[in-house]
């Protein structure tokens, strides 16, 4: 799986079918030494420029081992291994390892939350306006998803952070890119102060938050109907005629 600049970019869905963490085991398929820790203590947080940065593909290789982080909460008896180059692949464990989560891996979290708001944001503007129905006959439209995953962001991820939008605030690009912009500064200051968030954590938002917004990218994907003829047979691209 890669992140490219491009209109043709996919996020590679296959990659998670592999070998998935059991509940009750956190080595399943795991080879030793593979398994990272994260511990919610604050690090030294360098300062990150002001400027309003636009979101951005993240355009750095990605690993073909599976690398998984243990994340431990700030109370409670749970444990959640992820894996750390796939944002929302995730499981609950009862084991601990060690390594931190440190200020580089941070940042590396928030270019990977980036990439995902620029896939959502490409693929919205290309899906077709009525989407394939579910497997029920159900499902919403692309401008009820878009809303849905901006008022859901705003309205509860970015609120835990104390960095609210409400839902009209995100509905132009320039607006959309602030908040976001104002959403990684508020995650950061967070976490290098060490505050607590409920029975979340910072690394937690930073995943929840990019799966989310992959979970119904990918889903506008899988039910887009540009391609699709009227009579519901795929069109016959010009090149193969």
Request: charged residues 30%; positive net charge; aromatic residues 8%.
């Amino acid at each position: 799986m890669r992140f490219l600049a491009g209109s043709q970019s996919r996020f590679a869905r296959e990659q998670f079918a592999g070998p998935l963490l059991s509940t009750s085991s956190l080595s399943v398929g795991i080879a030793a030494g593979d398994i990272e820790h994260r511990r919610s203590g604050p690090p030294a947080f360098p300062r990150e420029s002001t400027e309003v940065v636009s979101c951005r593909r993240y355009d750095e290789p990605m690993t073909p081992r599976l690398r998984v982080l243990v994340e431990q909460p700030t109370r409670g008896k749970r444990w959640v291994a992820v894996a750390a180059d796939w944002p929302g692949l995730e499981r609950g464990g009862k084991t601990e390892d060690e390594a931190p989560f440190d200020a580089p891996l941070f940042e590396r979290k928030v270019r990977l939350l980036r990439a995902a708001w620029a896939e959502f944001d490409e693929t919205a503007a290309r899906v077709s306006a009525e989407l394939r129905p579910g497997v029920r006959g159900g499902g919403r439209s692309r401008d009820r998803l878009v809303r849905h995953v901006m008022a859901t962001e705003g309205g509860d991820f970015s609120k835990r952070v104390k960095a609210k939008s409400e839902l009209e605030d995100l509905l132009t690009p320039v607006r959309l890119a602030r908040h976001r912009d104002l959403f990684v500064e508020a995650m950061r200051a967070w976490y290098a102060q060490g505050k607590p968030l409920g029975n979340w954590t910072i690394p937690y938002l930073l995943r929840h938050t990019a799966y989310h917004v992959l979970d119904h990218t990918w889903e506008m994907q899988d039910r887009d109907l540009t391609d699709v003829a009227p009579t519901g047979i795929a069109r016959t691209p010009a090149s193969s005629r």
